[in-house]
């Protein structure tokens, strides 16, 4: 990719694109909500795949999260995705959680969606870690029949 890019807000979002002579190549969206920073619509044009576009797009998205003063990114994916479950475990994201998520209608099925995230810097900040926790004790609790106890 050369360095002709293009970045605009779209309503909460910011929209990026990475050109290559005069064709864009990879884009992503980020936004913004309370739980911090999400990353959304990371793709790579199909034939210039496995060339380094999608390393380059998401080292792109957290340097924008970074700049803004986050230090934590927060995307989702198919659990069964043949090669992004991999690809963000490769750059330091880790699955906190599981949702699931209407498919397509007219089979009604759910999706399973993997939420992963990934501390940009070292900074372990006992709020994100509280979140982190409270999470966590989310997941353990939805396995726990009702009136189990627990707290």
């Given at each position: 990719m050369t360095n002709q890019r293009g970045e605009e807000f779209l309503g909460d979002r910011l929209v990026w694109g990475g050109y290559a002579h005069g064709q864009l190549i990879a884009t992503f969206t980020l936004r913004h909500s309370d739980e911090g920073w999400h990353l959304n619509l990371?793709?790579?044009?199909?034939?210039?795949?496995?060339?380094?576009?999608?390393?380059?797009a998401l080292s792109e998205a957290e340097k924008r999260v970074l700049d803004l003063g986050a230090t934590?990114?927060?995307?989702?994916?198919?659990?069964?995705?043949?090669?992004?479950?991999?690809f963000y475990r490769s750059?330091?994201?880790?699955a906190y959680g599981l949702v699931q998520k209407p498919g397509n209608l007219a089979k009604d099925v759910l999706?399973?969606?993997t939420v992963f995230s990934a501390r940009l810097y070292g900074s372990r900040s006992r709020k994100n870690?509280?979140?982190?926790?409270g999470v966590k004790k989310a997941v353990e609790d939805v396995g726990r029949p009702l009136g189990s106890g627990g707290a």
């Open positions: 990371l793709a790579v044009r199909p034939d210039h795949g496995r060339k380094g576009y999608g390393n380059l934590e990114l927060l995307l989702d994916t198919a659990e069964q995705h043949p090669w992004l479950v991999d750059r330091g994201y880790v999706e399973i969606i870690q509280k979140l982190l926790d």
